[in-house]
């Protein structure tokens, strides 16, 4: 793979549930990357300086010390324009409605299948990727022949 395919980033506390997520998209010939932290991931997206490339975020609501709504909050304070699906349990779906209402793009309940989950992402990614094309393709019939 390369660097400029879109990567699935999943952020997640609990070490065993990140490392699934990780193997399954893995798995389906997907680029991943797995985070412990939402502090972690913020810092990494901060470090982009706005270069962003096409990604999407698995995110679970329920971290410690920084909550997924937070790492959320402050994604869209960084212009971070990757859709994020939020990933939920306890009985947060009220919390995630909210979310999904000020941008998230989806959310699914645990447990989940896996299937289900796959297509949720795979829809994000053509969405994006549509996007870009639509971009590109102004960009060129704006440019003078």
């Known amino acids: 793979m390369t660097s400029q395919e879109p990567a699935i980033h999943v952020v997640d506390d609990d070490a065993d549930f990140r490392d699934a997520l990780a193997w399954l998209f893995d798995s389906r010939g997907h680029q991943v990357r797995a985070w412990a932290s ?58 995630v409605v909210l979310a999904v209402k000020n941008g998230a793009w989806d959310f699914l309940e645990k447990p989940f299948q896996d299937n289900e989950l796959v297509d949720k992402v795979e829809a994000a990614l053509a ?5 870009e094309a639509r971009l590109e393709q102004q960009l060129r019939q704006a440019m003078p022949a």
């Open 38 to 95: 939402g502090q972690a991931f913020v810092d990494m997206a901060r470090g982009l300086n706005g270069q962003w490339r096409s990604a999407v975020v698995l995110l679970d609501i329920r971290m410690e010390p920084l909550s997924g709504l937070t790492t959320f909050g402050l994604l869209k304070e960084l212009g971070c324009p990757w859709p994020v699906l939020f990933l939920t349990g306890h009985g947060d779906v009220s919390m």
């Open 127 to 131: 969405r994006i990727q549509s996007d």
